[in-house]
């Protein structure tokens, strides 16, 4: 029986062009690009070849690309670093500084923003409605005096919701706050402009989008003061040391390049397979519930729960039969707490207790679509009737 992956918001296979643009570079960019000889000036123009193509797909400055391991890097670099100087700047008798977070943020922000607690910062969590969107007329209600930083998950890995970050952004440059985007889910599924999103920074990781794991970056907008997170040598400008992975950081160019070219035609098969599932499991496995807004979403992800079911049964029983999908977050696996942002969307507990997330690709079938259908269909019943 064959397996059907519906897991892209966890990991995406590379595609074949990014292997052989690796494998490539592995051979013929071996060198160390700040050594300054040959071999080291060819790694070098591959390096910032890719940091070129990288920032003109996302609307921002070759210099404002910041190469790091991965979206959580990324995120954790944009928020240690951007409250280091606020932690710097506070005293007993002033108030303690204030992060704003969207409910159910990633645990790459959630967990950073809870140890920055025990550093004296406090936490302001920005409400959503149930459809998963942050409601415009809370924010003028923010602590702004207090207020050093105000983070925000672009497109939740969870419910694939997308937020009109414009309301946010115009409050945060109206008080001289920084902006940080969580883009990890959105950049490689939708267009992604760094500069008219108006955030002073901005993360992302290359494996959401058929690239290589290891690899992601941060968009740091030109003038934003960033204290160092690690400390080593000069790379990428002294804001991230440590030797550069030319080859991976040619792979993750190589994997935005090919959705640039094909963002429209991508973009509207996904989306056509992602209905074409959410059709079938409300045909055939009724009563189901669809979580978060359906206007506002990732073309690719489909949350929904089986009221009456345990996700965690159904999880087990739909990777018997072949399938492959998720609770909610890869990062947050093993926890048996239903998902935060279910719940900050008022989710009654069957449908927190019994969500699972699809999350399609462009490698997915209307074939295999029909198959896990079929398959979903009869794990479903099962479990019902048991």
Known sequence: MPRIYLDNNATTRPFPEVIEAMARCFRDCYGNPGSRHAEGRIARQALEESRESIA????????????????????????????????????????????????????????????LTGQGWKLHTLAVDTGGRLAADQYDALPWDELKLVTLILAHNETGVIQDVQPLAEQCRAHNVPLHLDAVQAVGKIPVDFHNLHASTLSLGAHKFHGPRGIGALLLRDGVELAPFLFGGHQESGRRPGTEPVALIVGMARALEIWAAERETRTATITAIRDRLEQGLRETCAPVVVNGSPAHRLPNTLSISFPGLEGEALLIALDLEGIDCSLGSTCASGSAEPAPVLVAMGCPPEVCASAVRFSVGIENTDAEIDEAIRRIKAVVGRLRRA
Request: charged share 15%.
């Open 56 to 115: 003109g797909i996302l609307g921002a400055h070759p210099h404002e690309v910041v190469f790091t391991s991965g979206g959580t890097e990324a995120t954790n670099l944009a928020l240690f670093g951007l409250t280091r100087s606020g932690l710097a700047g506070s005293h007993q008798d002033r108030p303690a500084p204030v992060i704003a977070l969207t409910a159910g943020e990633h645990p790459a922000t959630a967990e950073s923003c809870r140890h």
